[in-house]
């Protein structure tokens, strides 16, 4: 349990999605959806082939479909820069 918050607040936060609030619904996230080998295309068990960026009733969103973006390279360090002069 979250101390110290009203529980509307608590319900608020604990509703949050993954990637938050306002995702789109396309085919390429759906739960149903499996990506076609071209990859231009998804392959519906309820409704054949779609398009990646099309969507129907039947949506319902899986967050582990979404490809995270590449995070930047960090800097390379020394071990000067960690060295505290006193």
Do not use: W
């Not at 099309?54 to 960090?74: N, V």
């Amino acid at each position: 349990m979250i101390v110290g918050i009203e529980d509307e607040e608590r319900d608020a936060i604990m509703r949050r999605k993954l990637y938050g609030n306002n995702v789109e619904a396309t085919c390429e996230y759906c739960l149903y959806g499996r990506r076609s080998s071209d990859g231009k295309a998804v392959l519906c068990p309820k409704k054949g082939v779609m398009p990646l960026y099309h969507h129907c009733r039947k949506f319902i969103y899986d967050p582990l479909k979404r490809i995270p973006s590449h995070q930047p390279q960090l800097e390379k360090f020394s071990e000067d820069d960690f060295k505290i002069d006193v």
